[in-house]
């Protein structure tokens, strides 16, 4: 139930293409959905989070979107860089907020 | 955004001693604070959540004598790792969440990495 699932496990991109993240989660209490960016020996930063009342968020080449009804959300890294290179990790968490779950991360590499 | 910082970033210790990381909300009142553990290569395990004041609530399966968690003040939380081991070797971060904040929105320190010899 408290489950998040995310795929793929890494991904390589070339520089200017799009790369895309899946998650799919279970539990139905879950209302607040963050996506963190983790660089190696960094602690994870906040990158773009989506409540379930929207589809769709964007903030500049990076959009979440929201499916509720299937359960599933996904990162879309347009225009993707060599920066962009990280590990990411999609999240969950419920109302009142006690604590948030981690999906299993991907590492994008991004090849100029 | 918030700033939450950790210290040490890095420490190595002999088996057998004890090792207390320190996380602070620098611009902000934390009333809860959370304590994760990484291994290379994996996703972040809650291991205990911190609030101001009161006892920790540990995660099953982290032992709370092995794991001290002291949150005395609204900026302050410390994850004590008492006769470490070699097994005990991790990236240990925290996070807190500010009074008011958004639901779910959580800021992180940069890590601690503990090295069990």
């Known amino acids: 139930q408290q489950q998040v699932k995310q795929s793929p496990q890494s991904l390589i991109v070339q520089k200017g293409g799009i790369s895309i993240i899946n998650c799919a989660y279970e539990?139905?209490?879950?209302?607040?959905f963050p996506w963190y960016q983790q660089f190696p020996g960094k602690g994870p930063a906040l990158l773009i989070a989506?409540?379930?009342?929207?589809s769709e968020k964007k903030e500049g080449r990076f959009t979440i979107s929201f499916n509720k009804s299937a359960k599933q959300f996904s990162l879309h890294i347009m225009d993707s860089q060599p920066g962009d290179s990280a590990t990411y990790f999609c999240?969950?968490?419920?109302?009142?907020?006690?604590?948030?779950?981690f999906g299993t991360g991907t590492k994008l590499q991004v090849i100029p | 955004g918030a700033v939450v910082s950790q210290h040490p970033s890095w420490v190595i210790c002999k088996s057998g001693t004890s090792v207390k990381i320190e996380c602070r909300s620098l611009?902000?009142?934390?009333?809860?604070m959370f304590w994760y553990r990484q291994f290379p290569k994996q996703s972040l395990m809650l291991m205990a959540t911190?609030?101001?004041?009161?006892?920790?609530?540990?995660e099953q399966g982290v032992e709370k004598d092995k794991f001290l968690i002291n949150h005395a003040s609204l900026t302050l939380s410390t994850l004590t790792v008492t006769s470490a081991h070699p097994e005990d070797s991790s990236f240990y971060i925290c996070s807190a969440r500010g009074q008011g904040t958004t639901s779910g929105e959580l800021f992180f320190g940069e890590g601690s990495r503990l090295t069990v010899l």
């Open positions: 989506i409540r379930p009342d929207v």
């Open positions: 911190s609030n101001e004041g009161s006892k920790a609530t540990y």
């Open positions: 999240a969950a968490s419920s109302g009142g907020y006690q604590k948030v779950t």
């Open positions: 539990n139905t209490a879950f209302d607040y």
């Open positions: 611009d902000f009142q934390a009333t809860t």
